[in-house]
């Protein structure tokens, strides 16, 4: 009779779960899509093959004109930093290496300072504001494994900025200056002439870039970047003249005497950039054509 009991005992608490669980969910499978997401999302990004994207940059760029002579300190050459745009359309292969090609509104800087007692006039010239990029890009240091997506990046590119080959400005300043006890002073002037180079502009780059994965179409980045300039886009000449009265020139036939000095001021773009990148990845290309290949044979689901 003991015995009985106990059987019945055993039948109940094998039974009880399956009437708790139902029969509906006990017989129910997962749905295709949410079993898909998770194997995709665990396998999936290390076997993107390439992908097309577009990217929005904003930057500040800074560059300084070459002077070669500073008349003693009366002229210099100033740093000018400006706030631009651009945009890209590039190609990535494996999440690691990307070329893209673009455009962006870059022109080139001279900006000469003359200084005097009072404040310094500064007279600044540009070049044409277009500017087109092709760069090569490789991943160095992922900080996402393994979709490789966020990492450091180094790259490497040719800029080519169009010019005009007209003339971009000119300035012309007079004043005079007394020499100990002399009554009559001398006359100073200075005279500047900017033009623009005639033909095209290349600059080379090299950078160094932080991508951070927002999402799996939009990444985020932050870009520091040097520019070498491999030829002038501007050419600002600058003559002083010293011009001294014959009452002032001892032993003087001429009558007066005349001291001329002349510099030039090379714009070529050389200089540095610090900006963001917003990216958006519109054309994605895995390896395998099912990410549940990724191990082994296909699981059978329904």
Known sequence: MM???????LLGCA??????QGITDYYRLPERNQQY???????????????WYASLEGFIRT???????????????????????GGVVGWMYRERWAVEAGYARMPIHTQVSVINASYPLVFRYSSKQNAFVMRGKRLLVSTSKPWLRSGFWLSGGMWVVPN????????????YR?????ETPDTLRLASETHANASMTALAELGAEYNIRLSNAIDLGFSVRKFWGLSNALTTDVTY??????????NSVAGSRTSVQKAQLLGDGSGMSYGFTLRYTYATRRQLSNALEVRGKTPHIR
């Open 3 to 9: 015995k009985r009991y106990f059987l019945y005992v």
């Open 15 to 20: 039974v009880l779960p399956v009437y708790g």
């Open 37 to 51: 997401d998770r194997l995709l999302a665990r396998y999936g990004g290390p076997y993107i093959k390439s992908r």
């Open 63 to 85: 560059d300084r004109a070459k002077l070669d002579n500073s008349f003693d300190g009366l002229i210099q050459s100033d740093l000018v930093g400006k706030a631009s745009w």
């Open 164 to 175: 005009s080959g007209q003339r971009e400005g000119r300035f012309s300043l007079m004043g």
């Open 178 to 182: 007394y020499d100990g006890r002399r």
């Open 241 to 250: 003249t010293v011009n001294t009265p014959r009452a002032q020139v001892e």
